[in-house]
């Protein structure tokens, strides 16, 4: 066999091999129709017609028993598409809507609920959120305490001795002890997680005991400022003597009633 035969067989071959079966495209008809089946619109796709001819057998025979005869289990079986009327598609898409409102109920609770006690907390939280502090509360309490201190510089800029005269005497470290108690008293009130009304009678309870105090101790201090402002012993002036010599208490009675009627 020369080479122009051999091309000629090879030729034949694949051409016989185009038109053979193993060539044609596979389609699986009952397995495509069903697939379409599962959407809506075509649930009768390849549905063979039911029409007869005038001597009584079907006029699509191909169709016919494919679906009559072959698949007739199919063909008569429930209707399984999830997207009909009343489908799973449908029961869940029910069932998702109602879900959807459920969790809006709950979501619409859940910030009522949220709002409710974010509410509460900036009611109660201290510190920074802690109005009446910050409104009234807090310029009164360092008003007072401020009046406190500037007795304190001026008696200590007059006279450093007397203040630490001051300082160390009993009656003083009791004031200034007190004074102690009562700013830890302020700050736990002002950092205490309470309801604002309880803090807003605290508040007033401190103040009720600190005024009064206050007052006391400028009182006290300025006693003190008062001493630090006399002269110091030697350099009070020695007035002469009168000359008089009051030997008896009939001598300084006569003395006073003489100066009396003379004034």
């Given at each position: 066999m020369n080479i122009k035969e051999l091309l000629s067989c090879i030729f034949c071959t694949c051409l016989l091999a185009s038109y053979s079966l193993a060539q044609t495209v596979v389609?699986?008809?009952?397995?495509?129709?069903?697939?379409?089946?599962?959407?809506?619109?075509?649930?009768?796709?390849?549905?063979?017609t039911p029409d007869l001819h005038w001597y009584g057998l079907p006029k699509n025979m191909a169709g016919w028993t494919y679906w009559r005869v072959l698949h007739h289990n199919y063909w008569s079986g429930t209707d399984?598409?999830?997207y009909?009327?009343?489908?799973?598609?449908?029961?869940?898409?029910?069932?998702?809507?109602?879900?959807?409102?459920?969790?809006?109920?709950l979501n619409d609770t859940v910030n009522a609920m949220m709002q409710i006690y974010l509410s509460t907390d900036m009611n109660m939280t201290g510190g920074a959120l802690d109005?009446?502090?910050?409104?009234?509360?807090?310029?009164?309490?360092?008003?007072?305490?401020?009046?406190?201190d500037h007795y304190k510089d001026a008696l200590s800029k007059l006279s450093l001795s007397m203040y630490n005269q001051m300082l160390g005497s009993p009656a003083g470290?009791?004031?200034?002890?007190?004074l102690d108690i009562l700013k830890e008293r302020i700050n736990t009130v002002h950092n205490l997680y309470v309801d604002k009304g309880d803090r807003m009678i605290d508040y007033?309870?401190?103040l009720d005991d600190l005024q009064p105090l206050?007052?006391?101790?400028?009182?006290?201090?300025?006693?003190?400022?008062?001493?630090?402002?006399l002269p110091a012993p030697e350099k009070v002036e020695h007035y002469p003597a009168s000359g008089l010599d009051f030997k008896s208490d009939e001598a300084i009675m006569r003395a006073l009633l003489k100066n009396w009627q003379s004034n």
């Open positions: 389609q699986d008809k009952a397995n495509n129709g069903q697939l379409k089946r599962m959407v809506y619109s075509q649930w009768n796709d390849w549905q063979p399984r598409r999830p009909k009327t009343g489908g799973v598609f449908q029961q869940n898409y029910i069932s998702e809507l109602a879900q959807q409102s459920v969790d809006k109920k109005l009446p502090y910050e409104a009234y509360f807090g310029n009164k309490f360092a008003g007072i305490f401020k009046e406190i470290k009791n004031y200034f002890q007190t007033f309870k401190i206050c007052e006391k101790v400028k009182a006290f201090i300025s006693a003190y400022i008062h001493v630090a402002q």
